[in-house]
């Protein structure tokens, strides 16, 4: 499954080619996988990933950030916020 907030192998935050992971926005065990199947992922350079303290593992203002585009990404695609919540199972809006 693509992403729904962005394709590019370039860090969503800063722009940079180097050293990219691919981040999945609503992690732990069960919502990793969820986040695979609805494409809820992004490309982060390891800096923004979890290589320093601006890494959104570390950085919650940038984890929130990432899972509100995302959510309402989702929820403009795929119904609305019931259903955001039925798929997994809270709200960050």
Same mark, same amino acid.
């Given at each position: 499954?693509?992403?729904?907030?962005?394709?590019?192998?370039?860090?969503?935050?800063?722009?940079?080619?180097?050293?990219?992971?691919?981040?999945?926005?609503?992690?732990?065990?069960? $919502?990793?996988? &969820?986040?695979?199947?609805?494409?809820?992922? #992004?490309?982060?350079?390891?800096?923004?990933? +979890?290589?320093?303290? %601006?890494?959104?593992?570390? $950085?919650?203002? &940038?984890?929130?950030?990432?899972?509100?585009? #995302?959510?309402?990404?989702?929820?403009?695609? +795929?119904?609305?916020? %019931?259903?955001?919540?039925?798929?997994?199972?809270?709200?960050?809006?």
């Amino acid at each position: 499954m693509q992403s729904i907030i962005s394709n590019e192998r370039v860090c969503l935050v800063c722009g940079t080619t180097n050293d990219i992971h691919k981040h999945h926005i609503f992690y732990g065990s069960a $919502n990793r996988k &969820l986040s695979e199947k609805h494409g809820c992922w #992004c490309y982060l350079c390891a800096a923004h990933h +979890n290589f320093s303290n %601006a890494g959104v593992h570390f $950085n919650k203002a &940038l984890d929130l950030e990432l899972k509100e585009r #995302c959510q309402a990404e989702w929820e403009s695609r +795929n119904g609305g916020r %019931a259903d955001f919540i039925r798929v997994f199972g809270r709200s960050w809006l």
